[in-house]
């Protein structure tokens, strides 16, 4: 069993920036293990925002993230970090990390953390 907590979420003016985070705990993360970041705005479906794979570090992000967003890892802290600059209104969402422990399907969720972004 995997517990995931996110924190960092807030209020934020556009154009300035968050640090989110992703604490993990309950079981150790193998190379092909994956963790994402992923968003649900109000009244959309959610979406993926960036993955990171927890061995070779490789990254992918969402168009919309692309320039503006960093995930990174810290596996000795067990933390996945997304790192949102020149935020938008339209990244207001609750965003949530999950982890697939494979690659392919992710099987473990947080409860999400709310991010705002007022003009």
């Known amino acids: 069993q995997v517990q995931l907590v996110e924190s960092g979420g807030g209020l934020v003016q556009v154009g300035g920036s968050l640090r989110l985070s992703c604490a993990a705990s309950g079981r150790t993360f193998g190379t092909y293990t994956t963790v994402g970041w992923f968003r649900r705005a109000p009244g959309k479906e959610r979406e993926f925002v960036a993955a990171v794979t927890w061995g070779g570090g490789s990254t992918r992000y969402a168009d919309s993230a692309k320039g503006r967003f960093t995930i990174s890892r810290d596996n000795a802290k067990n933390t996945v970090a997304l790192h949102m600059n020149s935020l938008e209104p339209e990244d207001t969402a609750v965003y949530y990390c999950?982890?697939?422990?494979?690659?392919?399907?992710?099987?473990?969720w947080g409860q999400g953390t709310q991010v705002t972004v007022s003009s």
């Open positions: 999950a982890v697939a422990l494979f690659g392919g399907v992710y099987n473990y």
